[in-house]
């Protein structure tokens, strides 16, 4: 059996064994494998794709028997069955496509035998130092949109499109406000619709608008886990119980907490 060394030739099974047993080179290559599924993880990438990245890297570069075992909070992974599992713990989950793509990107370089260790750690060191692709005006401008479109989906009239983007915007932007103040997503989330719907109500009012409840609905559907839907019943179809569980109530939670803020609104108004 083969394997490809970093100058693309091939390694014999003696010389793969050497780089397993060499620990200065081990430990090099379980930090890259962990760097890079700690950005996949943290960017909004599937447990199963982060799992088989992390494998794959490690066998590229010299150790073919590891294991990974990745839940939303957390990664633990280990070269073989002797040695101890290394866990790196994971606090922050964005939606950040793009670094799992480039993530990818250098994880085929790897397998191509086109990057060194050293260079595929510079490379994943810049990729989780990059900023988001999108600014935060950005990001408003498009949940802004996004929303006063969604309104006219659900039935709106064109009336109705400017304040669901007026609440749409003024609500995203709530989320990351309150996010940054109260590092708890679930209190940022319901405090941002309940934001949406004094908005609402308030508009109606002042005789912006009709259709009050299309509204709601168009502004928060940015609020809407559906990534993380997506990914716990990918997760749960894959076989990865535990993290599709566990995304699948973090997904219910931030459902929870929406219906939460609009409903404390139609209590006091309605």
Request: glycine content about 10%; charged content about 15%; overall charge negative.
């Amino acid at each position: 059996m083969e394997y490809i060394r970093h100058d693309s030739s091939p390694v014999s099974q003696a010389e793969t064994g050497m780089i397993g047993n060499n620990p200065t080179e081990q430990s090099r290559v379980i930090a890259i494998c962990l760097l890079a599924g700690k950005i996949m993880l943290q960017s909004g990438g599937e447990t199963y794709r982060v799992e088989d990245t992390m494998k794959r890297m490690a066998a590229a570069l010299g150790l073919p028997h590891s294991h990974s075992y990745v839940v939303p909070t957390g990664i633990f992974f280990s070269v073989d069955a002797t040695e101890p599992a290394k866990l790196i713990r994971i606090s922050e989950r964005t939606t950040d496509l793009d670094k799992v793509s480039e993530v990818n990107a250098v994880s085929r370089r790897i397998g191509q035998g086109e990057l060194t260790v050293q260079e595929a750690h510079d490379l994943l060191v810049q990729i989780e130092g990059k900023p988001s692709s999108y600014s935060t005006a950005v990001q408003l401008a498009a949940a802004a949109l996004s929303s006063g479109c969604f309104t006219i989906m659900f039935g709106g009239g064109w009336t109705d499109f400017l304040p669901a983007l007026i609440c749409g915007g003024i609500g995203y932007a709530a989320v990351i406000a309150f996010h940054r103040l109260v590092r708890v997503k679930f209190f940022a989330e319901l405090t941002a619709s309940f934001v949406i719907g004094l908005l609402a109500f308030f508009l109606i009012y002042m005789g912006v608008g009709h259709e009050r409840d299309k509204i709601i609905i168009g502004s928060v559907m940015p609020l809407v886990p559906g990534l993380l839907i997506t990914n716990a019943v990918r997760d749960l179809m894959a076989g990865h119980l535990v993290s599709g569980l566990s995304k699948g109530a973090e997904a219910f939670l931030t459902a929870f907490a929406i219906g939460t803020g609009i409903a404390v609104v139609f209590s006091l108004f309605m």
